[in-house]
Nanobody, 111 residues
Framework: QVQLVESGGGLVQAGGSLRLSCAASGMIFSGNAMAWYRQVPGKQRELVAHISTNGWTNYADSVRGRFTISRDNAKTTVYLQMNSLKPEDTGVYYC?????WGQGTQVTVSS
């Protein structure tokens, strides 16, 4: 049974940083691409960042240059380092692999 557990969300002022973590279990972690999504009330869930099995990364235009996705296959964990946060980054951030989703972690950026 695949489980994804996110952590690291919270309240931060604009310009600040947060690091999200997603611990995965029940799967062959190194053999799967991983992704972070976010959802704002009233809007569709959007892809924020994606990392392939060999470490290739891709980002939404709105976060490129500020966010960094990485993975530690030994720890079966994927990270999202978020710098220079803006109020519009506020939302619930979800970790995802294949058809599986974590429970989400709230990120709130105050102006």
């Amino acid at each position: 049974q695949v489980q994804l557990v996110e952590s690291g969300g919270g309240l931060v002022q604009a310009g600040g940083s947060l690091r999200l973590s997603c611990a995965a279990s029940g799967m062959i972690f190194s053999g799967n691409a991983m992704a972070w999504y976010r959802q704002v009330p009233g809007k569709q869930r959007e892809l924020v960042a994606h990392i392939s099995t060999n470490g290739w990364t891709n980002y939404a235009d709105s976060v490129r240059g500020r966010f960094t996705i990485s993975r530690d296959n030994a720890k079966t964990t994927v990270y999202l380092q978020m710098n220079s946060l803006k109020p519009e980054d506020t939302g619930v951030y979800y970790c995802a692999v294949a058809v599986y989703w974590g429970q989400g972690t709230q990120v709130t950026v105050s102006s």
